[in-house]
């Protein structure tokens, strides 16, 4: 084969079109698929033939119409297989963050709320308790019916428990005068802070 001009090796002539240079080379492209070896030799053929089309040109030996500059240098790229991604931890991050619809944002946040306004009013430890029951069973609902996966549901809302619990707990260590000053429980308020966190789990997480 290297005997054969560039030309002969695409199996085009000098008065093809660059079209056709371009259709003759993806086409064998595709019949030597895997033979690293052919599409190197066919590849060089290829880039023979548009450096002696550019110097055709540059001669005005290929007329060009106006509204194309060098055509010869515009080759698609070589069939590839796709990029693999560099970062799969960003990858599985982009795959766990949903972006909500506008229900999928306010039904959770009216329930988590009306649990909120029901603990504050009546902060005994039962109905804290039946409230974070119900906040939990929201928050599985709301994320199980996004991909339908029980097991990342039940990991999502434990987590969100436990950093709601955490975070209640280390705010209201915190903020425990204030939170004393305006007649808050601090049952209440980790039960809150702890529905604002499997609100936001359940809403933009799936």
Do not use: C
């Not at 660059?18 to 190197?40: P, S, V, Y």
């Not at 240098?73 to 766990?96: H, I, M």
């Not at 928050?139 to 209640?168: H, I, M």
Request: aromatic letters at 8%; hydrophobic letters at 50%.
């Amino acid at each position: 084969m290297s005997s054969q001009s560039p030309y002969d090796q695409l199996g085009v002539t000098e008065a093809s079109s660059f079209e056709e240079i371009q259709d003759a080379r993806n086409r064998l492209f595709a019949q030597h698929q895997g033979d690293r070896k052919q599409l190197e030799s066919i590849e060089a053929a290829y880039d023979a033939v548009l450096m002696d089309r550019l110097r055709l040109r540059q001669e005005g030996k290929i007329k060009v119409p106006d509204r194309i500059r060098f055509p010869e240098k515009v080759t698609p790229p070589p069939a590839s297989p796709p990029p693999v991604l560099a970062n799969q931890g960003s990858a599985w991050l982009q795959r766990l963050i949903d972006t909500p619809s506008m229900a999928d944002v306010l039904l959770p946040a009216g329930i988590l709320t009306a649990l909120s306004a029901l603990v504050i009013a009546v902060p005994s430890a039962n109905v804290v308790q039946m409230a974070l029951i119900l906040g939990m069973g929201a928050s599985f609902y709301f994320l199980y019916r996004k991909e339908r996966k029980l097991g990342r549901t039940v990991l999502l809302g434990l987590l969100g428990l436990v950093v709601g619990f955490l975070a209640g707990g280390l705010l209201g260590t915190a903020l425990l005068p204030q939170i004393v000053s305006i007649g808050l429980s601090a049952n209440a308020f980790v039960s809150v802070v702890t529905f604002i966190v499997l609100w936001l789990v359940s809403s933009f997480l799936r």
